[in-house]
């Protein structure tokens, strides 16, 4: 499996971006894919999952209403559309897939891991 996340950048406060995950090397029916993001020195953090088959979507409470997680099913593409966004939004964001099924906050449940993409919002 191999997850290419793509899309980030500089940004002022109040701005969007839209990240991309271009991911290969099997298919995804069942599995979650989600989103997370890495702060300096803090832990890494959960932001968004999405069920592949189903759409279902569960969000940090942190990016409820700001941020929206989709998939492109016939590209293999995940995306995360971040709007309002806030200089604490600043981080490394992580496209990764939970081939378990369950504990879908939870980064260590995550079995594949993109790169990471640098976002920075400056205030």
């Known amino acids: 499996v191999q997850l290419q996340a793509s899309g980030g950048g500089l940004v002022q406060a109040g701005g969007s971006l839209r990240l991309s995950c271009a991911a290969s090397?099997?298919?995804?029916?069942?599995?979650?894919m989600g989103w997370f993001r890495q702060a300096p020195g803090q832990e890494r953090e959960f932001v968004a999952t999405?069920?592949?088959?189903?759409?279902?979507?569960y969000y940090a409470d942190s990016v409820k209403g700001r941020f929206t997680i989709s998939r492109d099913n016939r590209k293999n593409t995940l995306y995360l559309q971040m709007n309002s966004l806030k200089p604490e939004d600043t981080a490394v964001y992580y496209c990764?897939?939970?081939?378990?099924?369950?504990?879908?906050?939870?980064?260590?449940?995550?079995?594949?891991w993109g790169q990471g993409t640098l976002v920075t919002v400056s205030s």
């Open positions: 999405i069920s592949w088959s189903f759409g279902d979507t």
């Open positions: 990764a897939l939970n081939t378990r099924g369950y504990n879908i906050h939870v980064s260590g449940e995550y079995n594949y």
């Open positions: 090397g099997r298919t995804f029916s069942g599995y979650y």
